[in-house]
């Protein structure tokens, strides 16, 4: 049974058609694209198209028909979303918890603990209780990895923060603020030390030159084996909350 996608072409007008997928799709004009493009955001669950400057949309939508399948394979083949709910079990820096509800109401709102993560208050809460817990944890658990590394290379940090990026893991601005996404608080810790290690790096390099990963390997070694992880394991980070 087909699905119905939504077709968004540069946010001006937009007009429903039916594929082989149920996901939503966009169109996007990129100027560094040099031809038509597909993009699966994997915690979106949904397409976008890439055109290059000048390529009209219905031969991009042309492109996208003879893609269904490829499309839909990749969409099935997502992890299931995994929703914060009681008996619910979810990582906590590599570590899997059970999420349990606290009776107790002199308990704190979110207590992470011997493997469980209690979380105090009305059940409908419990979602955006534990989800600002874990930003809040993610905050601070970057925050404490970085300060000591930038010091080891004699870089000033500026702040600190985390996001909820689609693209990329992390950022390094020219003021020396780092950026992070929260849903590395899933990932064991390793992988953090590696993409906070990467960030710190880029206070002295801003580039992806062979000095630069010789810094990044010399803060985190063994940094190609936790690329590896996140290409592999990123669907599954973004698929929790």
């Known amino acids: 049974m087909a699905g119905r996608a939504l077709i968004l072409e540069d946010t001006r007008r937009q007009s429903v058609a039916s594929y082989d997928f149920d996901a939503r799709v966009s169109i996007r ?7 038509i493009a597909l993009r699966i955001d994997a915690a979106e669950r949904t397409v976008e198209l890439i055109l290059p400057p000048g390529v009209p949309a219905r031969n991009g939508l042309r492109f996208l028909a003879t893609k269904q399948g490829w ?15 009681e008996g619910v079990i979810v990582p906590v820096l590599g570590i899997p918890h059970r999420i349990r509800r606290e009776h107790d109401p002199t308990a704190p709102p979110v207590a992470i603990r011997d493997g469980e993560i209690w979380v105090r208050g009305d059940p409908a809460h419990l979602e955006r209780r534990l989800r600002d817990h874990l930003v809040a944890m993610a905050r601070a658990e970057f925050t404490d990895r970085a300060r000591p590394l930038a010091a080891r290379i004699g870089r000033n940090l500026g702040r600190v923060g985390v996001r909820d990026t689609k693209s990329r893991w992390g950022s390094c601005s020219g003021g020396g603020n780092l950026s992070f996404s929260w849903r590395l608080i899933f990932a064991p810790e390793p992988i953090i030390d590696y993409v906070v290690a990467h960030e710190v790096a880029h206070l002295a390099e801003m580039n ?33 909350g």
């Open 29 to 35: 004009v990129s100027q560094r694209a040099r031809r």
């Open 71 to 85: 499309i839909a394979a990749r969409l099935a083949a997502l992890p299931q979303p995994v929703r914060f709910a």
């Open 208 to 240: 992806h030159g062979p000095r630069f990963w010789r810094l990044v390997d010399s803060l985190s070694p063994g940094s190609a084996a936790a690329r590896a992880w996140l290409k592999r394991h990123r669907s599954r980070l973004f698929s929790y």
